[in-house]
């Protein structure tokens, strides 16, 4: 779905709204390809025009299918998000009314395209760990011959323990009350 900034600013009296069912799947996974397959996507919402931009509130609900980022099986991963944000002329100078965490999308020839909206958010909204039930339930990690997934928090304790060999010598240097062997 597209419509041009002059189409949307002529309708200013009330807000578009929008209620569609949109498939994604092809542009979502050429762009990532780690998906494997993604349902439609539902997205409701508004888009409402002033005389200088148009401001984009969706929902947006979908479910997609990728492998678990620690034994690659495929995991449904359903998301559902709202986008809000503002869409303005590439010819607009005057970005300064914005505040600084507003979203300003300038868009290009003037032409708002809803598809490349969204799946623009869809894949800002993947996680970075993905996990089987399974996964997330158990309390070990996997491990395997020389090595071992580690939690972060044990990660920080292991790197405190190991002691650079070059300096192993020197810890014996203080007796246990901190003065000098001599």
Do not use: C
């Given at each position: ?6 189409e949307?600013?002529?309708?200013s009296d009330e807000?578009?709204q929008?209620?569609?069912?949109l ?6 996974m ?6 494997t397959?993604v349902s439609?996507?539902?997205v409701?919402?508004i ?6 931009d148009?401001?984009?509130?969706f ?7 990728m ?7 495929s995991?449904?991963?359903p998301?559902?998000f ?16 914005f505040?600084k965490?507003?979203v300003?999308?300038?868009l290009?020839?003037d032409?708002?395209?809803l598809n490349s ?7 800002l909204?993947?996680p970075?760990?993905i ?6 339930k158990?309390?070990e ?8 997934v ?6 920080v304790?292991?790197r405190?323990?190991?002691v650079?060999p ?14 000098e062997?001599?």
């Open positions: 779905m597209k419509w041009s900034l002059v949307l600013k002529k309708q807000p578009l929008v209620d569609e069912m498939n994604l799947s092809e542009g979502l050429l762009r990532n390809k780690i998906i397959s439609e996507v539902h409701t919402g888009l409402t025009a002033d005389h200088q148009v401001i984009g509130h929902n947006v609900s979908l479910t997609v299918k492998p678990s980022t620690r034994s690659l099986e995991v449904d991963v998301l559902d709202s986008v809000d944000e503002f869409y303005v002329g590439y010819r607009d100078k005057a970005l300064e009314r505040d965490n507003d300003v999308i300038i290009e020839e032409m708002l395209n909206v969204i799946e623009d958010n869809v894949l909204q993947i970075m760990q996990l089987t039930d399974d996964e997330k158990a309390e990690l996997p491990a395997g011959d020389d090595w071992e580690l939690t972060e928090d044990k990660l304790q292991v405190k323990e190991k650079d070059r300096f192993a010598s020197l810890q014996n240097f203080f007796d246990n009350d901190g003065s062997e001599e």
